[in-house]
């Protein structure tokens, strides 16, 4: 069985993970495509302040 990875990455604080996370799930459910791990990367001013992987 494949690996599904989702990545959701903000630099501005006008982007928002949980509805990237949302839009992806949305998509991977009308596709059928079944679990899903997710990479977020948080960006501040070009500096990479925080990675984490999520299983969902």
């Given amino acids: 069985m494949s690996k599904n990875i989702g990545?959701?990455?903000i630099?501005?604080?006008n982007q928002d993970l949980k509805n990237q996370k949302?839009?992806?799930l949305d998509?991977?459910?009308s596709k059928r495509l079944g679990s899903?791990?997710?990479i977020e990367v948080k960006?501040?001013?070009g500096n990479l302040t925080k990675i984490e992987k999520?299983?969902?």
Avoid: A, G, P
């Fill in 27 to 29: 998509y991977c459910n």
């Fill in 11 to 13: 630099s501005t604080d």
């Fill in 22 to 24: 949302h839009s992806i």
């Fill in 36 to 38: 899903i791990d997710f």
């Fill in 7 to 9: 990545y959701i990455r």
């Fill in 54 to 56: 999520l299983k969902s």
């Fill in 43 to 45: 960006l501040v001013l």
